[in-house]
Structure formats: structure tokens, C-alpha cells
């Protein structure tokens, strides 16, 4: 069982720039598979990057370019480093973590998810 608790959510305006984190407590972290996945009122739930146990990145098209995901595990966490931000980036982001079979940005084939931050981006 693995415990996902994401922070760094704020207002920011548009072109700033924010960090998410997640830790992640409970078993072995290194071995986890970690996405990064928001969700905008009234909207699905959409990917944004995920990492792979051997660091292996992926990203949506939406924000390649302008945000990096990254791990360090000697302190079970990874980050999302968000720059450039626009008003369509704000949304709930959520942190997973699978051990299985990965696809980067199959939210249902993710086995735990974090509460959720909010990032809201000002016009």
C-alpha cells in the first residue's frame, strides 16, 4: 500500500511558474511507475507527465515544452516543475503511482492517487 500526498498548489499568474511534489509513503518508491494527471471543472480528467521507475518521461502535447516531471528517490517524491503557466493549465492535479504493467497515460491502469492540489492560473 502506498500513501500519495501531493502539495504546491496556489494562484500564480499567467506566465509564472510553480512546483508540485509528491511524497509517497508506505513500500519501496523506487519501484513505482509516477503520473501526473489534473482535472478542470467540468472537464475529464486529463494526463500530463509521468516518470518511470528508470526515470523514463512522458508528456502531453498540451504542456511538452513547459513543464518537466522528475523523481528523487532517497526522498520518495516527484515534482512537477510547471513554467509558463496559462488559464487553461488550472485544474485539480492529482499524483499516481502503478507497479504494474505501465502505460504513462492510462489513468485507470494506476493503482494510487493522492488528494489532489489545486493550481489556479489568473489572467
Known amino acids: 500500500q502506498v500513501q500519495l500526498v501531493e502539495s504546491g498548489g496556489e494562484l500564480v499568474q499567467t506566465g509564472g511558474s510553480l512546483r508540485l511534489s509528491c511524497t509517497a509513503r508506505?513500500?519501496?518508491?523506487?519501484?513505482?511507475?509516477m503520473g501526473w494527471f489534473r482535472q478542470a471543472p467540468g472537464k475529464e480528467r486529463e494526463f500530463v507527465a509521468a516518470?518511470?521507475?528508470?526515470?523514463?518521461?512522458f508528456y502531453a502535447d498540451s504542456v511538452r515544452g513547459r513543464f518537466t516531471i522528475s523523481r528523487d528517490n532517497a526522498k520518495n517524491t516527484v515534482y512537477l516543475q510547471m513554467n509558463s503557466l496559462k488559464p487553461e493549465d488550472t485544474a485539480v492535479y492529482y499524483c499516481s503511482a502503478t507497479e504494474r504493467r505501465w502505460f504513462p497515460s492510462d489513468g485507470p491502469k494506476y493503482d494510487y492517487w493522492g488528494q489532489g492540489t489545486q493550481v489556479t492560473v489568473s489572467s
Open positions: 508506505g513500500r519501496s518508491f523506487s519501484s513505482y511507475n
Open positions: 516518470i518511470g521507475w528508470s526515470s523514463t518521461t
